[in-house]
């Protein structure tokens, strides 16, 4: 019996020091255990507590690596920084990840919202969204038509054709990274899907349909997706980068039927596609939703 929404999870990003073998075991673990998807942050780097600053591996060689080893499961950017890339370079880079996964990715895209990674790595962190702006029409653009000449305030391309082409018939399904009226208001109408993550609606069913009552009001017919914050025995709790990303907030915890119960509420609830950010995020709490994912399986598609 088909779930009642897609179910993936974000693999680790600085929570501690990763190594590629164990980054492999984890999206080998993924498919395993029947998840739909698997997502990577788009970062360069955090200062975390302690005086310490880490950073991540880089999102799209890293999801070039995580396509060729795996072969059932979505994966994407949860959501690449357009503020990161030269926006035909950035539509490049999906295309080719998209042929190494056989047609797998979703394209999630965002204004970004650290300042520190931007001044750090030598990025302008002035006008995002407007910046944005641009960059989005560049992108979409070339995935969809193939060629593209822009010329803006902050990009310009000429006659920019973006060959080979996305593998798939009608191009990369795009995923909007932000609920902010502005980037709504750019990203929706060109959109298969938005994002919020679990702070942005405070990883709760109700403050999840609130913000999707909103956005549908405006009218467009892209699916809403939430990443929700699932915390088992071990974690420590998140505590990265701007403090507005780190709200208070209780993570979704308990049994497997719990847990699955709160997924299938938010599934009720309009959300279509749930990236569950684990603490603690490890192959043993991937594969303890081994559990949950079969008491969703039982209970079957979402009636709301």
């Known amino acids: 019996m088909p ?15 990763t190594t590629w073998p164990e980054l492999f075991a984890m999206a080998r673990a993924v498919e395993a255990v029947g998840l ?7 970062h360069l780097l955090y200062d975390l507590p302690g005086g310490v600053t880490r950073g991540p591996w880089e999102v799209w060689t890293s999801l070039a690596a995580l396509a060729a080893v795996t072969e059932r499961v979505e994966l994407g950017p949860l959501v690449a920084s357009t503020g990161f890339h030269a926006p035909a370079m950035l539509a490049k880079q ?7 996964s056989g047609g797998r990715l979703i394209l999630g895209l965002g204004a970004g919202w650290n300042e520190r990674e931007y001044r750090a790595f030598g990025f302008p962190f002035d006008q995002r969204v407007s910046r944005f702006g641009e960059a989005f029409t560049i992108i979409r653009t ?3 038509e193939g060629r593209i000449d822009f010329h803006g305030e902050f990009y310009d391309v000429e006659n920019c054709v973006l060959d080979p082409a996305p593998v798939r018939p009608g191009g990369i399904p795009l995923m909007l990274g932000s609920t902010g009226p502005r980037m709504l208001g750019i990203g929706l109408p060109h959109v298969t899907s938005w994002n919020v993550w679990w702070s942005g609606y405070g990883n709760t069913v109700e403050g999840f349909a609130a913000l999707k009552e909103r956005v549908d009001a405006m009218g467009y017919p892209a699916e809403a997706t939430a990443a929700v914050l699932v915390a088992f025995p071990g974690g420590q709790g998140r505590v990265m980068g701007d403090s507005s990303y780190n709200a208070p907030v209780r993570p ?24 569950l950010i684990l603490d603690p995020i490890t192959q043993e709490s991937i594969e303890r939703l081994a559990d949950v994912l079969a008491v969703l399986d039982r209970a079957g598609p979402s009636t709301g």
């Open 252 to 275: 979704v915890q308990g049994t497997p039927e719990e847990i699955a119960g709160h997924l299938a509420a938010l599934a009720a609830a309009g959300a279509r596609h749930l990236q």
């Open 94 to 100: 999906a295309a080719t990840v998209d042929a190494i």
């Open 36 to 42: 739909d998807s698997l997502w990577l942050g788009d």
């Open 142 to 144: 070339l995935l969809a």
């Open 3 to 17: 779930r009642p929404c897609r179910i993936g999870v974000q693999l680790p990003e600085v929570e501690r020091a």
